[in-house]
């Protein structure tokens, strides 16, 4: 019954909504490790990503200009948010950021949809990556080939920035102890300004580049913040590793599970979390002490 | 002043609910948002209870929502169900069970866990509904049909086929709805509650079972939903999908906000204002879905400025003119306090368990490695009854390590740790306390948000009802005993005067006396002070001496300090110890002379 064309097709699904999902848990999880403040905006961000691509994109019929945009844009918007509102709230309790995140990801979909209307919206994949890719095997859609390999590429900057440069280290350390971090003398409003952005950044190049597969629209958001919330969980919040790990399980199960009824992928990615939460409380790769 | 008014809200909220349907049309209200309203707030009361009072914030009550309204829904109309107020309690009752299942997942744990936890769960129903189960739920359709309640009253029926009939019978539940709440929050559950929001470290280490508590709260707030969401479905005669999505919680989660956490009517305030602006906006203006986007950006600028909400706002403005009346004479200096006069507390509750005459503590082989680093190694330690035994060694000993492995804080790599001749090893640090083992801590773990005498009550209600226990709707006034033993230990502390202060306005050193009250209150056998004179100035170091003196009586004390003074001064014998392991132990007068001790204090230096 099972056809094997199908399932390794499904398997690269996965993998591809994996890697994306990695990217945007890497995203939030950065931003709680070093400030304490779970972002619940951080599905708009990806929505707004692929909002201003499309913007972009639609002035300049480029695709590289529309990931650019969104990209830089939705940054903007990160840093923006971190000076005005969100460093207000490091000093107050866990349930007012989640309000205050929370609020700011309705005032964002809505002024999209109060500018663009509820209608969704599509960016073409660009001109050399249409149509489908013999692997052999099988067949596969071009893009979705590349997007696998852009996120990843993605991702492994990530890494770099996280693992092999100054800010990284600065960043590593503060997840680790912040206030020890702010002890040694180290700018950490700066760091904590950048982190957001580059927080913010991963949402919204996730959401450009993943334009091309799924089209726009001001919920878009919504669905894949609530995947990313499983992936944290599974993963251990604060890790950069338990976010990779976590997305590409999460991935597998929803694409794996979509095969055979797309009704029950939701239920299989809870019964994995619960599963994670019952045996590692803290995550496959998470460290106990993080709240 | 409270007993006069005992049940002044209740009357006020039968006043206002009969008053609302002749006052709020003439405010633009239509019957059906006003009945929309009353749904949404009493989702709102168990919604509050778990938020506001406990500090829990779920956006997954929607699943909850929806569960409770499907199943009396299905009851009604695809079983014919003859009882609606039958189908609304099973409906509540189902949402119960699957709240209570949910809860044991999602409190395992707290913080932004459990947010996300929450989020993931109420995903998982939505789409359980849409699919798995459309056949029972009608998928993306709802359930249709859902029948207008009636009452039989035997020589007539009483049908609430019309909104304002309607309004009636959601009035009726309302009330009821408030009247439970209010029992909830004024029992001594809810004042656990409270204290598990502001601390709950301190919570458990007075004994109360913080995880039981707060799903206690957790299917309060499940019950309130399932039975609102049941009334959906009778007040539209239609139970709708959409009571599953995640637009739901978000929307509890933000009038609650509103309206102001923590006050029981926040949710139904803000509940009023979402419903009127999007009235407003769409109606009146034709304004489409822009009203979302102005109530998103009122809402980031309430929480930004009005962190208590409309209700919280009023409240504080209310405060500023009553305290300016009240407190018209300046802040009074802490006056120093004769401790020596002040009344004993007597000897600690007898604990019917048979007598045991061996020592009051045991220790035995105590080890404690974190990694490779070694923290405690191999300690053997007992204390015999009403013995006043000192801890001292120096920074890095492993003093804090051992007094937290003796509360069952921290659980030891190795060894064994008997308290009246029972093994306590592993055990919670809540029923640790009930036993009669509690520390003060040598940072000051207090709830900040509550006045000093409801300090004293959380830490006497373990005593008085053990780890847990679930009187809901028992008045707080009414557990037997708590009273004097909180005047008492009040008394014992020198801080009667000062009981109904919040804990922010004490000065340090009575904030220090409270710490110790605190553990006093749990009614210990052995008390365990770790750094009681730490931060103190001189006066206050003296009067705390001689509230330990007074303490003693009738009690086991066990004291880290490191006031040498004081520590010869209180002390019957010494342990010392020294990194990680025992090195002495005798009385004063030996540890001073100890060629070994003054070695490791004074580093090496040989005393002649």
């Known amino acids: 019954m099972v056809n094997w064309a199908n399932f390794v097709s499904q398997l690269f699904n996965g993998l591809v909504l994996g890697a994306l999902l990695a990217l945007m848990a890497s995203g939030l999880t950065i931003i709680y490790g070093t400030l304490g403040v779970l972002n619940l905006a951080h599905g708009a961000m990806f929505m707004l990503g692929g909002y201003a691509g499309w913007l972009a994109f639609t002035y300049t019929n480029s695709f590289v200009v529309a990931v650019i945009a969104g990209s830089l844009f939705v940054m903007l918007v990160g840093v923006v948010m971190e000076r005005v509102i969100i460093r207000y709230f490091y000093a107050r309790p866990h349930e007012d950021q989640l309000l205050v995140t929370f609020g700011l990801g309705i005032v964002f979909v809505e002024t999209v949809r109060f500018f663009f209307g509820s209608l969704s919206r599509t960016v073409p994949a660009p ?28 991702l492994l900057a990530l890494y770099l920035v996280l693992y092999r440069t100054r800010i990284g280290m600065v960043v590593r350390a503060g997840i680790e102890d912040s206030a020890m971090v702010d002890a040694l003398g180290i700018d950490v409003h700066k760091v904590f300004m950048l982190v957001f952005g580059i927080g913010a950044l991963a949402a919204g190049f996730a959401g450009i580049v993943n334009a091309p597969v799924v089209s726009i629209a001001p919920d878009v958001g919504e669905a894949i913040l609530v995947q990313t919330f499983t992936v944290i969980v599974i993963g251990g919040v604060g890790s950069f590793p338990g976010a990779v790990l976590g997305g590409l399980i999460a991935g597998e199960i929803i694409s794996l599970t979509s095969m055979f009824n797309p009704g029950y992928s939701q239920v299989m990615l809870f019964v994995a979390m619960t599963l994670v939460l019952v045996l590692r409380p803290y995550g496959l790769l998470g460290t106990a002490g993080r709240e | ?59 997954g009550q929607s699943a909850f929502f929806g569960t409770g309204g499907m199943v009396a829904a299905y009851l009604l109309t695809r079983l014919d169900f003859p009882s609606v107020v039958l189908a609304l309690v099973i409906g509540t009752l189902a949402a ?129 939903a399932g039975f609102a969401g049941g009334l959906l479905g009778l ?32 949710p139904l305030i803000g509940a009023a204002v979402w419903l009127y602006l999007s009235d407003f906006f769409q109606t009146t203006l034709h304004l489409g879905a822009t009203w979302k986007l102005v109530l998103g950006v009122v809402f980031v600028l309430l929480v930004c400025f009005l962190r208590r909400g409309l209700i919280g706002g009023l409240l504080d403005f209310g405060a500023l003119f009553t305290r300016r009346r009240r407190r018209t004479p300046p802040e009074r200096a802490p006056i120093p306090v004769d401790v020596a006069s002040l009344a004993s507390l007597g000897p600690p509750r007898r604990r019917d368990e048979a007598p045991f005459s061996g020592p009051v503590i045991e220790v035995r082989g105590l080890t404690k490695s974190f990694g490779g680093l070694v923290a405690n190694k191999d300690i053997n330690f007992s204390v015999q009854q009403g013995e006043l ?182 002390a019957e014998r010494i342990t010392v110890l020294h990194e990680g392991a025992v090195l002495a132990e005798g009385a004063p007068s030996e540890i001073q002379r100890n060629n070994l001790v003054q070695e490791a204090y004074l580093g090496g230096v040989a005393a002649a």
């Not at chain 2, 300090?455 to 053990?466: F, S, Y």
């Not at chain 2, 004490?506 to 220090?512: D, I, M, N, S, V």
């Open chain 2, 1 to 59: 002043m409270l007993k006069r008014r005992r049940y002044l809200i209740e009357v006020l909220t039968a006043i206002g609910l009969i008053a609302a349907p002749f006052v709020l049309p003439q405010l633009g209200f239509t019957p059906t948002t006003i009945n929309r309203i009353l749904v949404w707030g009493l989702f709102g009361l168990g919604f509050d209870i778990l938020f506001g009072f406990t500090g829990l914030l779920s956006f």
């Open chain 1, 127 to 154: 001109p050399g990556l249409v149509g489908i890719t013999p692997l052999g095997f099988m067949l596969y859609p071009t893009y979705r080939l590349a997007l696998l390999g852009i996120v990843l590429v993605a």
């Open chain 2, 235 to 266: 007040m539209q005669g239609f139970m709708p999908p959409d009571a599953f999505t995640f637009d739901t919680s978000g929307q509890l989660v933000m009038q609650t906000a509103i309206g102001g956490a923590g006050t029981l009517f926040g």
């Open chain 2, 389 to 570: 035994r000192a801890i001292i060694g120096p920074n890095g000993a492993g003093k804090s390590t051992f007094f937290k492995m003796l509360t069952c804080e921290m659980s030891p790599t190795s060894g064994h740790i008997f308290f009246h001749g029972r093994d306590i090893t592993g055990k919670s640090v809540a029923s640790v306390c009930v036993l009669g083992l509690t520390k003060s801590y040598q940072v000051n773990q207090l709830f900040n948000q509550l006045t000093v005498r409801d300090n004293v009550i959380i830490a006497a209600l373990a005593d008085r009802r053990g780890t847990f226990a679930p009187d809901l709707f028992r008045r707080l006034q009414s557990v037997p005993g708590l009273d004097a033993q909180v005047d008492a230990t009040l008394a014992m502390v020198g801080l009667s005067d000062r009981a109904d202060l919040s804990v922010a306005e004490l000065a340090y050193g009575e904030k220090r006396r409270l710490e110790i009250g605190l553990a006093l209150a749990t009614s210990p056998s052995l008390l365990l002070l770790d750094e009681p004179l730490a931060g103190m100035s001189p006066r206050e170091r003296g009067e705390t001496v001689q509230l330990l003196k007074n303490i003693r009586r009738g009690r086991t004390l066990v004291v880290v300090e490191h006031d040498m003074d004081a520590v010869l001064e209180l």
């Open chain 2, 96 to 224: 119960t069970v699957v709240g209570f299942i949910v809860g044991l997942i999602a409190l395992k744990r707290t913080g932004i866990y459990f947010a996300m936890i929450t989020v993931a769960i109420a995903e998982v129903f939505y789409f359980v509904e849409f699919n798995p189960l459309s056949e029972y739920t009608g998928g993306e359709n709802g359930l249709p049909g859902v029948p207008a309640p009636s009452v039989h009253l035997g020589f007539t029926t009483i049908q609430f086929n019309t909104d304002w009939s309607m309004y009636i019978f959601l009035a009726f539940w309302y009330f009821v709805g408030v009247v439970v709440a209010l029992r909830i929050v004024r029992s001594p559950v809810g004042a656990i509650l409270r204290a598990i929001r502001d601390n709950p470290l301190r919570a458990a280490a007075v004994g109360h079972n913080v995880h039981g508590y707060k799903l206690m709260a957790f299917v309060v707030a499940v019950a309130y």
